[in-house]
């Protein structure tokens, strides 16, 4: 009688509800896929019929004007905002130094935010250094911690010497502009009113560290090859991605400047100037160094970040973007539906509930047919298309899978925590920068403890990597089909991460 039952129950309410969570992933798929497909034929486009932004938008060197002197060239403030740097402040300094343009014209601005007392000396003697070769070099700190990084920028707007600025360059504390960078930059904002924000790539100083390194370099080399240049070509916008950027200081002004409601805070000026009809340009060619975190757990920090940021955003923003009178509705649609709501939420629910929770589960559904379009042929162009932006690394694209599953957890509890205003919508934690891929060490590193294997130890990604195990083994005995193989390595891969055997 008891089986009976739980027959019943299976056939009249665990099937059907299994075979709605199929469907509802398809549909995602498919969406998922189209976006990909979209913004890799932007790409094509400006590939083939090389539509640089020198082309569409206009573009003169700067000229010596003998008359004029320096006047001719506009006034740049560059700000470097960093917290307890010790590794890679000088570095972040000295290339902010070099940056080629007159003198009287640039001031640097570091924002230290460091609580470390001789920290704070170190960063204060590297700016009299350069203060000491002419260099127009402030160096400001705030008694409180406020808004983080946004309330840092905030507060370092407030000086009178920024009124005098036409454009504002702003770079973390890890990154080292080239020293034309500015000449390659500003030239857009000058000849182009309508321009508020000259964004270039990133490139990886320590992109050889590791496996982590290398799978991070893929992901964000696809992020701007496909998404920052598909949005700069089509619409004119994307999202700043909070430093190696130029903005016009009066359209962060008409926007109401820096904000400090939501960890994004790159992403909310980015997305409230857009709203007020500003254009953005990214310049693929253009290229700052930066490093890449080596370390699980600083990797697991900012992911958070990244994901909860944008979906809190998301929510406090959809109304005030549909209410928006500034820009044409197909321009609020492309930012409510394909920059948040697919690419920053459903993207990331998609990935990990349906590769690492739906696709196991489905070895106890025999009835439920599963195409193969949705877990092959679909994944793989995807996964293509994003191998593509990294050709040195398309011998690690399953591994890059893999490790994008586990990462997907991540980013779905971040979401959820973003969306619904949870307890940790609002941390900050400061990416650790450790200065060891790059070419000169200037300080001694602290050295840590070596954590034991408890401490190390990430329940969750043991917990689900145990699950998918445990459908493997069921699959492998029962099954009909291969689904094991790829369910006995996505376990594997859990488990690597849960026991914290990744990254340095």
Known sequence: METMWLRQARSLLLVPLFKCLVAICLVISLLVFVESVYMNIVVIYVKLFKRKPEKIYKWEAMQEDIEVGNQNYPMVLVQIPMYNEREVFQLSIGAACRL???????????????????????????CAKW??????????????????KAGALKQGMRHSYVKQCNYIAIFDADFQPEPDYLHRTVPFLIHNPELALV????KFVNANKCLMTRMQEMSLNYHFMAEQESGSTRHAFFGFNGTAGVWRLAGMEEAGGWKDRTTVEDMDLAVRVGLHGWKFVFVNDIEV?????????AFRFQQ?????????????MTMEIIHNK????????????????????LVHFFTFFFYCIVLPTSVFFYEVNIPTWSTIYVPFLITFFTAIATPRSF????????????????????????????????????????????ETKLLPQVKKPRNGILQRLNLKEMMVGIYILCCAC???????TLLYIYLFMQALAFIICGVGFVGT
């Open 100 to 126: 080629i343009w007159p003198l009287d014209r640039v001031i640097i601005q570091v924002l230290d935010d460091s609580t470390d007392p001789t920290i704070m000396e170190m960063v204060s003697m590297e």
């Open 131 to 148: 203060a000491s070769k002419g260099i127009n070099i402030k160096c400001e700190r705030r008694d409180n911690r406020n808004g983080y």
């Open 199 to 202: 964004q270039a790539r990133w």
């Open 289 to 297: 160094k930066s490093e890449l975190p080596s370390q699980f757990k």
């Open 304 to 316: 958070h970040r990244w994901s909860c940021g944008p979906a809190n955003l998301f929510r406090k």
């Open 326 to 345: 500034r820009v044409v509705i197909w321009k609020k649609l492309y930012v409510i539906y394909s920059f948040f709501f697919l690419r920053k939420i």
């Open 395 to 438: 011998y690690l694209v399953f591994f890059w899978v893999l490790f994008e599953n586990v990462m997907a957890m991540h980013r779905t509890k971040g979401t959820f925590i973003g969306l619904l205003e949870g307890g940790r919508v609002n941390e900050w934690v400061v990416t650790e920068k450790l200065g060891d891929a790059l």
């Open 474 to 480: 069921y699959d492998f005995a029962f099954g009909s």
